[in-house]
């Protein structure tokens, strides 16, 4: 973006930019540090776009390594049992929503598209004719290999491994394993081909 900015030469545009640029920077130096002091692990060199929310049941739950990029508005949570673990230089775009009781590993390199949800826990379908009760569960983990592109609204569903280098179209319902290199789409996820 900024790079189009400089060469169409827009000087307030530009001065506009570098400024939020600045500002963001300090500002992710600080929301790193108190969100280290409130038991984040999380690298110095995390890039966080702001209105992001983060909660962790157990101090440590929520792990995030080197270089991954958080966008607008990503949510995190680690409830119960939870943990979130987020391999370095994986990015995860805005407004992404993530809900775990269990285990959750996201890969090197991945992507994440915006407005994507991951979420580990169903309320027992059971109970759904008494009342939905909102702390009786069925919980399984979810685990996501290196170098996998989720698509823009795409969601993942409780005990779900998308193999390394696989790509989740759009708006997928992912609901069963995605080999590695496949690409998956539609609601519930199918593999419609294969990465070359
Ligand atoms: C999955 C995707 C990568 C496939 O792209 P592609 O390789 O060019 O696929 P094609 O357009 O050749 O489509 C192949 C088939 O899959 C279907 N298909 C493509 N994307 C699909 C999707 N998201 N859901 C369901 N089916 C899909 C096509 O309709 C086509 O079906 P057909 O053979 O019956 O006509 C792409 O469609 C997609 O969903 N991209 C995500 C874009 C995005 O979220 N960007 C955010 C940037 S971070």
Redesign the pocket.
């Known amino acids: 973006m900024i790079v189009s900015v400089i060469k169409q030469k827009e000087i307030f545009e530009l001065i506009y930019q570098a400024f939020r640029f600045v500002f963001s920077k300090i500002r992710t130096k600080f929301a790193i540090f108190f969100l280290r002091m409130r038991g984040y692990d999380i690298s110095a060199s995390v890039s966080l776009r702001g209105g992001n929310y983060f909660f962790q049941s157990t101090k440590g739950s929520i792990v995030i390594k080197d270089h991954v990029e958080l966008g607008y508005g990503v949510k995190l949570f680690a409830g119960a049992k939870g943990k979130i673990v987020i391999e370095k230089n994986a990015s995860i775009?805005d407004n992404t929503y993530i809900d775990v009781h269990t285990n959750l590993s996201i890969g090197e390199n991945t992507?994440i598209?915006?407005f994507s949800y991951i979420i580990d826990y169903d309320h027992k379908v059971e109970k759904v004719k008494e009342k939905i009760k909102k702390d009786v569960y069925t919980e399984k983990e979810i685990r996501i290999g290196k170098n996998v592109?989720?698509?823009?609204?795409?969601i993942i569903l409780k005990g779900v491994t998308i193999g390394d280098n696989a790509?989740?179209?759009?708006?997928?319902v992912v609901t069963r394993d995605v080999p590695p290199y496949a690409?998956?789409?539609?609601s519930p996820?199918r593999v419609?081909?294969k990465v070359r």
């Open positions: 775009y992507l598209a915006p592109w989720i698509g823009a609204h795409a790509v989740v179209g759009a708006g997928a690409i998956v789409g539609g996820a419609i081909k």
